[in-house]
């Protein structure tokens, strides 16, 4: 009871305190206020100066660029800034809203080659007009500055944007002045935002004022244009506007098969021998070592393609062509060539590796071409003989090898034939070397025999060496050997056991 008589009893604000009180909140609120509308009258005057500078600049970069090539109508009635889309100047009016540009273009001195432009930019702050002027020199160019070009190149599928294309530009003059760009995956930045990627720049502009052909390759599309040329204008000092197109993805690839028969069997195609795939005279692709040769063939248009194939040293594998366009030879020792033995009869005027007239296995897109090519074993001789020694004694197990004129053996198997008998005879199979190559010595085939003689080196037992019979020419080589051929070549080996004397030492013995 006590406390609420206190509470009661206790005085409030008097009239005069809160008067007072109310005039110093005024105060306070409205010193804040007129603070606030002075800052944003600061603010405004600071973005309109700002703004201010950069239309002149933007203004001082399109007189530069637009004098370029048009320096003698700078600042007359069809090249100023109120007749800006005309000329190439920019329409400022979204851009810098207020704002109003004049060019005012006069001869410097009289002189006709220079020119002082004045850029007058104005607007209105607070009721009151504001301008801010520059001034510069400009002389006539020289000549024409180079230009540029940028642009987008994408999948006409799939609308990606491509990477690794090259894009050329040729003059269109024909003057052979060329330039190369590349695409990229990613967008190249730019300040205007444009979305590109692929540019000429290198950190200059480089590319002639004038008309070009552009074309562009990518090993996974087809070539661009596919049709009527495509031609572009490059402009002085300028880069726009960009130059998109898009390229259509390769089509499938063909393919080209082609396996050998001899006698209706698969023929197997050894590492000494080679398959080619040739396109007009130009060796595309060489396979080995195996019976069927499957050639991929990758496609940039949908145009058919034709091609040759043909093998080098079939012989090697045992194998030649059952034809030869060089008589009397009757077999071609390089084997098969679809521009020259098929369809036969062979074509002895088309070049073994097929050009441009005479390339007929042609394929196209996603399809599958087969050729059976049929080829005969390598033609054959006998050459048969007596191995002997030094005294005309014959010798047993004596070693017959044959190579053929280019020294490779006629087997794969060390190039041993055959071991002769006690009575020192042989009888071998050879290839026919005339009936694949030109009767001459060094078209022959090379025979000789091996056998094993004793020798006897200083301080150690007897034991046996291999000595051939001579290697040397004529009497290594037999021939002419046709197929069909029965030869006789005896071969003679120094048997006289080999000696090697010890010498005398000389020398002190010290412990």
């Known amino acids: 009871m006590g406390i609420m008589k206190k509470l009661i009893s206790k005085k409030g604000f008097t009239l005069l305190e809160t008067i007072v009180s109310g005039i110093i909140i005024a105060i306070v609120s409205a010193?804040?206020?007129f603070s606030v509308v002075s800052l944003r009258k600061v603010d405004d005057i600071t973005l309109n100066r700002v703004a201010a500078v950069n239309l002149i600049r933007l203004s001082q970069e399109e007189v530069r660029r637009i004098g370029q090539t048009k320096f003698n109508d700078l600042g007359n009635g069809t090249c100023n800034f109120n007749n800006g889309n005309i000329c190439g100047f920019k329409d400022i009016a979204t851009i810098f809203p207020g704002f109003t540009r004049t060019l005012t273009v006069v001869n410097e001195a009289g002189d006709a080659e220079l020119k002082r432009i004045l850029i007058n930019v104005s607007w209105t702050e607070s009721g009151r007009a504001q301008e801010l002027n520059s001034v510069i020199l400009f002389s006539r160019?020289?000549?024409?500055?180079?230009?540029?070009?940028?642009?987008?190149?994408?999948?006409?599928?799939?609308g990606?944007?491509?990477?690794?294309?090259?894009?050329?530009?040729?003059?269109?003059a024909g003057t052979g002045l060329t330039y190369l760009a590349g695409s990229k995956k990613d967008v190249i930045p730019r300040e205007?935002?444009?979305?590109?990627?692929?540019?000429?720049?290198?950190?200059?502009?480089?590319?002639?004022?004038?008309?070009?052909?552009?074309?562009?390759?990518?090993s996974g599309f087809q070539n661009y244009p596919d049709g009527a040329p495509v031609i572009v204008t490059i402009t002085s000092n300028s880069e726009l506007?960009?130059?998109?197109?898009?390229?259509?993805?390769?089509?499938?690839?063909?393919n080209i098969i082609v396996q050998f028969f001899s006698g209706g069997n698969p023929v197997f195609v050894n590492n000494n021998s080679n398959v080619f795939l040739y396109d007009d005279s130009s060796e595309r692709e060489r396979l080995r070592n195996r019976n069927i040769f499957n050639f991929t063939i990758p496609f940039t248009d949908l145009n058919p393609q034709s091609f040759t194939v043909k093998t080098e040293y079939l012989y090697r594998s045992g194998f030649v062509g059952d034809f030869n366009c060089n008589q009397p030879q009757t077999h071609d020792a390089r084997g098969w060539s679809s521009a020259v033995i098929g369809p036969p009869p062979a074509s002895c005027t088309n070049p073994w590796n097929g050009n441009a007239a005479t390339d007929r296995l042609t394929v196209t897109?996603?399809?599958?071409?087969?050729?059976?090519?049929?080829?005969?074993?390598?033609?054959?001789?006998?050459?048969?003989?007596?191995?002997?020694?030094?005294?005309?004694?014959?010798i047993a197990n004596a070693r017959i090898y044959a190579r053929y004129p280019n020294n490779r053996n006629y087997t794969f198997s060390g190039g041993?034939?055959?071991?002769?008998?006690?009575?020192?005879?042989?009888?071998?199979?050879?290839?026919?070397?005339?009936a694949m190559f030109e009767d001459s010595l060094g078209n022959y085939v090379r025979i000789w025999a091996r056998a094993q003689v004793p020798i006897t080196r200083c301080c150690e037992e007897a034991s046996m060496v291999w000595r051939d019979s001579s290697r040397s020419d004529p009497l290594q080589r037999v021939g002419p050997l046709y197929e069909g051929n029965v030869l006789s070549k005896d071969l003679v080996i120094d048997?006289?056991?080999?000696?090697?004397?010890?010498?005398?030492?000389?020398?002190?013995?010290?412990?």
Not at 145 to 156: A, D, E, F, K, R
């Open 31 to 33: 010193t804040a206020f």
């Open 141 to 158: 160019p020289p000549n024409p500055l180079p230009g540029n070009l940028i642009g987008l190149v994408t999948n006409s599928d799939s």
């Open 160 to 172: 990606d944007r491509i990477d690794g294309v090259q894009i050329t530009l040729s003059d269109l």
């Open 192 to 218: 205007d935002g444009l979305i590109t990627n692929y540019t000429f720049f290198d950190g200059s502009f480089k590319i002639k004022p004038g008309s070009y052909f552009l074309t562009a390759t990518h």
């Open 241 to 254: 506007p960009p130059f998109d197109f898009q390229m259509d993805p390769n089509p499938d690839d063909g």
């Open 365 to 394: 897109s996603g399809a599958t071409v087969t050729e059976n090519a049929v080829v005969v074993p390598v033609p054959t001789a006998t050459v048969q003989g007596r191995v002997e020694d030094q005294n005309g004694m014959p």
């Open 416 to 434: 041993i034939l055959f071991t002769t008998e006690a009575n020192g005879e042989y009888s071998v199979t050879v290839p026919a070397a005339q």
């Open 495 to 511: 048997t006289t056991p080999i000696v090697r004397d010890c010498g005398d030492a000389h020398g002190t013995v010290r412990e």
